[in-house]
C-alpha cells in the first residue's frame, strides 16, 4: 500500500473508472517518468493532456471535477480544504519519519497529538469535511 490509495480512493468515491499503471523503483527514476514527476516519486496522474503529482494535489483536483468529496458550502469546503493540508504538512511527516528523518515511532507534536485526540473523542473537527480530509 503506498500513497496512490488516497488517488484510488477519490477516484472511487465520485465513481469515475481509472486505469493504474505500476512504476518499479528503477523506472521511477528514468527520464519517461521523472517527465510526469520532477522528484521520481509515485504516485502521478494523467487525464488527458493534464499530467499530476502530488496526492493532495491530484485528490484536490479530483474533488473539484466530481461532486461528493468537498462540501458546497464555502467555509466548510475552506475547512475541509485546511484539513488536507493539515493531513499532509502536520499529520503525515511524524507518521513517516522521526527526528533524524528516518522512518521511526509515530511522535506528533503535543498541538498535532492533542487536536488529534479532540477529533477521534468528538469529531469537531472534520464534522463537515467530507471524505476528503479523510484521505
Ligand atoms: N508528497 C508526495 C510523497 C510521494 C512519495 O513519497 N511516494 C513514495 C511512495 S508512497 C515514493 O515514490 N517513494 C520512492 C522514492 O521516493 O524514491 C505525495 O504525497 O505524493
Known sequence: MARDARVRWALEEVGQPYQVRLAS????KEPA???LHPFGQIP???????ALFETGAI????????AG?????ANARA????????????VEPPIFFDEQNKPGRVRFSRNVNTALMNT????CYVKDASALATM
Open 33 to 35: 517518468h521523472l517527465a
Open 120 to 123: 477521534r473523542l468528538n469529531g
Open 79 to 90: 475547512r475541509a480544504i485546511t484539513w488536507m493540508f493539515a493531513a499532509l504538512n502536520s
Open 25 to 28: 523503483f528503477r523506472a521511477m
Open 44 to 50: 502521478t496522474y494523467e487525464e488527458g493532456d493534464l
Open 59 to 66: 485528490v484536490f483536483h479530483i474533488a473539484e471535477r466530481h
Open 69 to 73: 468529496l468537498l462540501p458546497d458550502d
